[in-house]
């Protein structure tokens, strides 16, 4: 076959977009899947979600007096020692003013006796530092969690050792970690008698705590098209669901619970414009608050439109669908 000058270039042109198509495409794929593995437990959770948490663990302690028996992050539950090994890591990246993302470690023990001392006092930053990395590499290279930490003041106790560090977190002011604690533990409190566990049973049902009924979409999210689709959602979405850092990671999990991650409520919302015959997608940029905020495209005339499946929830204010609080630097993917 013979071709023309123009054609050849023509043709090179095209193998090498498509080449580079090729490599982008796959990039966004194995960046997703760092994020989320093949059984859609999270892989990497950010520090923030980690630190939220915290907030409601430190209520249930002051409320109950020792720690519940498991965290939920991103829609999926963590033991107690699971949980500790991300607020080590945490605080540890805080100290060393590392933003990025925490490696989940499964699988990690309960300690076989945990034990400590009455502490009382301060606990600097280089010490704070030293033991939170001493607690993360003991889980790593043990696979379960150390009956006590040791510090200037003592031996702390596997569970107060998990309350110390969600004391610094709470501490920890624009991403700067205190410059010093101070605890005060007994070794006889109640924190200390009761030893948090959790069988993890993987089932298809709703828990008897869910709160969940049918779907609370079933009949009313039909017919969308447009722009006065994409209102009817936000109407809708600001009626029904929330933003928690630390919700639901997933579609399922945001019908479930009502509430959602930026992952959860941009996957529920694009799920819902795809059902509707919309041409749509997910993308992710940075925001003031994280590197991997969420949120929808729908393609109108040609035309990407945002819709900000976060910020139109009371949560942000109940904004208008448009309004973003990210720049788009990657696409994840298309529906």
Same mark, same amino acid.
């Given at each position: ?23 982008? #495409? ?15 437990? %999270? ?22 007096? =020792?720690? %519940? ?10 033991s107690m020692p699971e949980y500790m090994y991300l607020l080590a ?7 060393? @003013?590392? =933003? ?6 499964? =699988? ?6 945990? *034990? ?15 033991y939170t990395e001493r607690v993360a590499n003991f889980i790593s ?11 200037? #003041? ?15 977190l709470q501490e920890t002011k624009d991403n700067s970690p205190p ?12 924190? =200390?008698?009761?030893? %948090? ?8 049902? %709703? *828990?008897?705590?869910? !709160? ?26 600001? @009626? ?7 919700? *639901? ?9 009502? !509430? ?12 819902? #414009? ?62």
């Amino acid at each position: 076959m013979v071709y023309k000058r123009g054609e050849k270039i023509r043709m090179k042109n095209k193998a090498l977009l498509f080449a580079v198509a090729l490599v982008f #495409l796959l990039s966004i794929s194995a960046s997703y899947a760092n994020d989320l593995g093949e059984d859609n437990r %999270p892989r990497r959770l950010s520090q923030e979600d980690i630190s939220d948490v915290s907030v409601t663990v430190d209520k249930y302690v002051s409320k109950h007096g =020792n720690l %519940p028996n498991y965290v939920t992050i991103s829609d999926y539950n963590f033991s107690m020692p699971e949980y500790m090994y991300l607020l080590a890591k945490t605080v540890e990246n805080k100290y060393k @003013r590392n =933003n990025s993302l925490i490696a989940v470690k499964y =699988n990690v023990k309960n300690p076989s006796n945990p *034990s400590g001392d009455n502490i009382k006092g301060k606990i600097l930053a280089a010490d704070c530092y030293d033991y939170t990395e001493r607690v993360a590499n003991f889980i790593s290279k043990e696979g379960h969690a150390p009956n006590y930490v040791r510090t200037p #003041l003592g031996h702390i106790q596997y569970q107060q050792t998990i309350y110390s560090f969600i004391k610094i977190l709470q501490e920890t002011k624009d991403n700067s970690p205190p410059k010093s604690i101070s605890l005060n533990f007994n070794k006889n409190s109640k924190i =200390n008698k009761y030893m %948090p566990r959790y069988s993890k049973i993987i089932t298809s049902k %709703p *828990s008897k705590n869910s !709160t969940s009924k049918s779907p609370i979409t079933k009949g009313k999210l039909n017919n969308l098209s447009g722009t006065n689709g994409l209102l009817k959602l936000q109407k809708y979405m600001n @009626r029904n669901f929330n933003h928690r850092s630390g919700g *639901s990671h997933t579609a399922a999990g945001v019908e479930r619970t009502r !509430t959602g991650d930026c992952w959860g409520l941009a996957e529920w919302a694009a799920k819902q #414009l795809k059902a509707n015959g919309y041409n749509v997608r997910i993308v992710q940029g940075s925001s003031g608050a994280a590197s991997n905020h969420r949120w929808v495209q729908a393609n109108l005339d040609g035309k990407w439109i945002n819709f900000e499946s976060s910020l139109v929830t009371k949560r942000y204010g109940s904004k208008h669908y448009t309004k973003t609080c990210a720049r788009v630097n990657k696409i994840v993917r298309y529906l």
